[in-house]
């Protein structure tokens, strides 16, 4: 029997599916505060995200769990490591919803040459995030 907390997120992942975008959805990425140091994002990276297949960016959140900026690994790996992300994170993001069609999600990848999009909610909380390659995949596989 599944514990109630892990019940209701498997409902609500089950109901975004239904959408296009919401079958892209991964949840494998992190997500980190403002105020997080570099230190901090790297020991997180090794102790929470050895299991992903990938992983092109991560997402910072405020309290109340919005999506407020994002950092690559590059640029994490370029800053002293007492350094807070705020300092440097970028804070202008391409997001989609998860009513966003999938055509419109392709030309934003492309438009702006992302290798992840993070899909966000009405009130701009982290849902998900879709990779090139998977929907690159759902693309390719509807005009074969």
């Keep these: ?12 992942l089950l109901e975004l599916s239904k959408e296009p975008i919401g079958g892209l959805l991964t949840t494998e990425y992190l997500t980190v505060g ?9 020991d997180k990276i090794k102790n929470e995200a050895k299991d992903f297949s990938s992983l092109y960016c991560i997402y910072v959140i ?6 407020t900026g994002a950092i690559n690994l590059y640029e994490i790996l370029r800053q002293d490591s007492d ?6 994170m970028t804070q202008n993001l391409i997001v989609i ?3 966003t ?15 992840s999009l993070p899909v ?25």
């Design 101 to 115: 069609p999938v055509e419109i999600a392709m030309k934003k990848f492309l438009k702006y040459h992302l290798s």
């Design 1 to 12: 029997k599944l514990n109630p907390h892990v019940k209701e997120k498997v409902m609500h």
């Design 120 to 144: 966000t909610n009405q009130e701009k909380r982290l849902e998900g995030i879709v990779n090139f390659d998977d929907i690159t995949n759902y693309v390719l596989d509807r005009i074969k």
């Design 62 to 67: 405020n309290k109340e769990k919005q999506l």
């Design 83 to 88: 350094t807070p992300l705020y300092k440097f």
């Design 34 to 42: 403002p105020e997080d140091t570099v230190r901090q994002v790297i």
């Design 97 to 99: 919803h998860i009513t």
